[in-house]
């Protein structure tokens, strides 16, 4: 595997995945060193486990995010975008694998390129990377599109899009029939579940306000770190959850070589207040407080960033207030929604279900 460097879409450099570890961050010790403010002097680090090569954040400032998600450590597969600070990473495969593994589509994109005609192409878990370059899996030759322009791909909470091309990530979840435009190409995506409905490329074209630039932030010192007492866990690598707590017993392969993990993830603590997100963009994970204090919404300064553009920036917190753990809304613009209604404050108890947005989690005191 290669980790290749894109700006705007371009490739600048390309770094390839050995045996030996890769550190990357601001520091001129690393083995990549970036020009980058909220890079940390040693940001992450990348490491072979058995036949995976897996990314693991060493306790950096801004956080280390695998196609626009917070991961602690995570299993880097072809197509998968690595942002570290503002600065963008294409996996990149060497070959292709010999016995490819046979994943059922979520849907497919279809459009009428100029070089192959009608194409229709599954998307599921491996990513489909649409841009100019030999290596895209739909290559699109013409003067206004970069080596690699979009990223699509299935995660927890449906079909995500991803812009690359531009100088800063921006990301929107896809509908049935919606469409995007890579220069002169219109790509719509058909579901699976709506295999029996035609879908074409004139469809409705996926509106600019839905795409969430998820690198807006200022920049970060590594001074000004979050709250140490919040902890987040991500063990859904393939995305479903029941899985994910089966490879509880696989976390410490995945995670060898980072130091701060040498036991059970910090979210699965007895005693813990715990929110498990069953579904939206950040379905699998598990989030921990043992601080007093969790914020939630679209900002990347809350605990519990959410990649979802129907999520206010600051949508809701959780605090501790004498014993009882209360969830506030933050004067949202959708609300928030407790077992069902909406809600605007309330003490929660094991088993509660908590919407905001796409997104659900589920409570463990």
């Known amino acids: 595997m290669r980790l290749a ?30 020009d980058d403010p909220r890079a940390s002097k040693e940001h992450a680090r990348i490491s072979r486990s058995k036949d995976r090569i897996v990314v693991t954040d060493m306790e950096s400032s801004n956080g280390t995010r695998v196609n626009e998600r917070l991961v602690l450590a995570h ?8 942002r570290i600070g503002r600065s963008l990473f294409l996996c990149l495969a060497d070959e292709a694998p010999e016995s490819p593994e046979e994943n059922p589509p979520l849907g497919w994109l279809v459009g009428d390129l100029p070089a192959q005609g009608k194409v229709k192409t599954p998307v599921g878990r491996d990513a489909v990377l649409v841009g100019s370059s030999r290596e895209a899996t739909l290559r699109i030759l013409a003067r206004d599109v970069r080596d690699f322009q979009m990223q699509v791909l299935g995660i927890p909470g449906g079909i995500q899009a991803a812009d690359i091309g531009g100088e800063k990530p921006r990301c929107a979840l896809l509908r049935h029939g919606e469409s995007f435009r890579v220069g002169p190409v219109r790509l719509a995506f058909q579901s699976v579940a709506k295999k029996g409905t035609t879908v074409k490329p004139s469809s409705s074209e996926v509106e600019e306000s839905r795409f969430v630039d998820t690198a807006e932030e200022p920049d970060v010192e590594d001074s000004a770190r979050k709250d140490p007492g919040t ?14 707590l089966a490879q ?65 920036r600051e ?44 997104s659900e989690f ?4």
């Open 248 to 312: 509880e017993a696989e976390y410490a392969d995945l995670a060898a070589a980072s130091p701060r993990y040498k036991a059970t993830p910090p979210a699965f603590r007895a005693g813990a207040f715990q929110l498990t997100a069953l579904a939206g963009p950040c379905a699998g994970q598990v989030f921990g407080l043992t601080g007093k204090r969790m914020t939630m919404g679209r900002s990347e300064r809350c605990d519990v960033c959410l990649n979802d553009e129907s999520v206010s």
């Open 75 to 82: 299993v880097l597969r072809p197509g998968d975008i690595l």
């Open 5 to 34: 460097l894109l700006k705007s879409g371009m490739v600048q450099s390309a770094f390839p995945v050995s045996d030996a570890d890769l550190i990357i961050g601001r520091d001129e010790t690393c083995d990549i060193v970036l």
């Open 362 to 365: 589920l409570v463990h005191l």
């Open 315 to 358: 949508h809701a917190s959780v605090e501790r207030v004498e014993g009882d753990m209360v969830i506030e809304d933050l004067r949202s613009s959708n609300g928030v929604f407790l077992n069902g209604r909406r809600i605007r404050r309330h003490p929660l108890k094991t088993g509660d279900k908590v919407r905001i947005g796409m």
């Open 231 to 244: 902890t987040f866990s991500v063990l859904a690598q393939e995305g479903e959850l029941g899985k994910a």
